[in-house]
């Protein structure tokens, strides 16, 4: 049996708006996020078990002892891949000769961003051999626009010039690995509360053993190895870190894989490594700005 005219033409008019939308939700922008995990795991339990577990993972064997994370941005046919790390990473002079203690979780170290020729082969090492994850976020224009300003402007204001845990990328102040990646939700206005109750943690530094920069007095890290405390109760002094963590960032992006999957997530395999993918194209892009003002009026991010 033959169509008519009009029924063919319906036909090719609902084969046009399906085909345009599959090229709509092409994955041409999004933002991705590669979780590579501690060696040995962090112990974050407590001050000596935290000062062993680096111990441990120094000597395993891995380069990125510490874990990391890595940011891929996509954008019209362009594409960004970049990280935070140390120029200078001395931390065992920090430890061993300025007697830092605990006070190193607030140290600044000179910092740098990572290139895409020096990223691009160790990540796909890290993709065959499955050892990292990842989380991708399907983007709109806007909101892709609006990551490439901020990465254009964090080159531009040398923000990459500190690294440290608890450093703030959006106040200007430089950034670890971790913060930095989670920035870019932030910016593009994706940052949902689940990530922060799953990616974040909370610790009270005694003040009794948290040298420079948080006191003025020195801490051996000797001391720390052999500490019989606990994090300071929140009734009692100390300084407070809140910073985000490549293992609990890998460690939920496989809960997600593994448990059941809401409707929202779908699963992704790249190589040897798999991650979760999330649509966010449909959310509004912010029209807040960028930065974020400093609480410290001094502080200039230029």
């Known amino acids: 049996m033959s169509m008519n005219q009009n029924e063919s033409m319906k036909i ?16 041409q922008d999004s933002l991705t996020l590669y979780f590579l995990p501690s060696p040995e795991g962090m112990d974050w339990s407590g001050p000596k078990n935290l000062a062993w577990s680096v111990i441990k993972n120094r000597f395993a064997d891995q380069d990125r002892f510490l874990g990391h994370v890595y940011v891929q941005l996509s954008c019209s046919g362009k594409e960004e891949l970049t990280g935070m790390t140390a120029k200078n990473f001395d931390y065992i002079r920090q430890l061993l000769w300025e ?11 000179e910092g740098k961003l990572e290139e895409k020729s020096d990223l691009a082969p160790e990540l796909s090492k890290l993709l065959q051999e499955g050892k990292l994850n990842f989380s991708r976020f399907m983007l709109n224009q806007g909101q892709c626009d609006r990551l490439m300003t901020y ?7 040398k923000v990459d010039r500190y690294y440290g845990l608890a450093n703030r990328p959006l106040y200007g102040e430089g ?4 913060a930095f990646g989670v920035s870019f939700l932030e910016v593009a206005g994706i940052l949902d509360q689940e ?19 948080v006191t003025d ?4 890290f000797l001391k ?3 500490l019989n405390a606990d994090w300071t109760p929140e009734n ?5 870190i809140i910073f985000w963590d490549p293992d609990r960032m890998y460690g939920w992006v496989q809960q997600k894989i593994k448990g059941p999957r809401p409707q929202n997530l779908s699963l992704l395999k790249i190589e040897n490594s798999q991650g979760v993918v999330f649509d966010k194209s449909n959310w509004p892009v912010p029209v807040r700005p960028i930065w974020k003002q400093h609480t410290d009026p001094t502080y200039s991010k230029k």
Do not use: M
């Open 99 to 109: 007697n830092r203690g605990l006070g190193i979780l607030y140290h600044s170290f």
């Open 195 to 213: 990530f922060k109750d799953n990616w974040q943690n909370f610790l009270n530094i005694p003040l009794d053993f948290a040298g420079p920069p």
């Open 217 to 220: 007095q020195t801490v051996s």
């Open 151 to 157: 990465l254009r402007e964090f080159k531009n204001y």
């Open 175 to 178: 950034a670890g690995c971790s």
């Open 224 to 226: 720390i190895l052999f």
């Open 12 to 27: 090719l008019s609902l084969f046009f708006i399906l085909f345009s939308n599959i090229l709509l939700a092409s994955p």
């Open 236 to 240: 009692k002094p100390h300084k407070k």
